[in-house]
């Protein structure tokens, strides 16, 4: 069985990831932590290598998910390579930063890739307001995020909620997590819970 963790920048994904998978005996998986070898070169030209980079992610994605189809353990995933291509390389193309031409190429070639491969059996999608969002990355004190515009934030709920609602067609899971504090509150993540019980088993609190 493969759960997707999807949510904005603070949302919560990491932690919900790890919690789930210490309380189901689920593996829990990461995007790989090797560097696209085009960041650098895109650091400095955005326009010029955003194709570039963003082919390289993809690649990586869809080898990632090949790798866990052949797994017969049950994986929980924070992040999807579904809201890589419609969340992240959608607002680098509405930033201006990818082509008409590139996008609709890369576009194609996910739509291609993904025709082979399943959708997650539940994605969970963690909804947050910016408020919420900034507070938690404000908490969570890492330097090269406390610099982030809240309208990139805004931007990105924007497209996370087309995504979610118009675009995925696979089984989702909306958890409002804006009253939530599941790493420290017991009842908070119990709820959570038995919504996934009864969303997978058709189980009832």
Known sequence: MHIAIAGNIGSGKTT??????????????????????????????????????????????????????????????DRSIYEGVY????????????????????MELFEQMTEIVRYPDLMIYLRASVPHLVQNIQKRGRDYEQSM??????????????????????????????????????ADFAGIIDKIDTTLFGLFS
């Open 16 to 77: 919900l990831t790890n919690m789930l998978a210490q309380h189901y005996g689920w593996e829990a998986h990461f995007e790989p932590v090797d560097v696209n070898p085009y960041l650098e070169d895109y650091y400095q030209d955005i326009a010029r290598w955003s194709f570039n980079l963003e082919i390289y992610f993809l690649k990586q994605r869809f080898r990632d998910l090949l790798e866990l189809e052949k797994t017969e353990k049950t994986i929980i995933q």
């Open 87 to 106: 969340v992240f390389t959608a607002n680098n193309y509405a930033m201006g930063n990818l082509s008409d031409r590139d996008f609709q190429t890369y």
């Open 149 to 186: 515009p809240i309208d990139y934030l805004r931007n990105l709920n924007t497209l996370y909620e087309d995504f979610i609602f118009k675009k995925y067609k696979g089984r989702v899971l909306t958890i409002e997590v804006d009253d939530l504090d599941y790493q420290h509150r017991p």
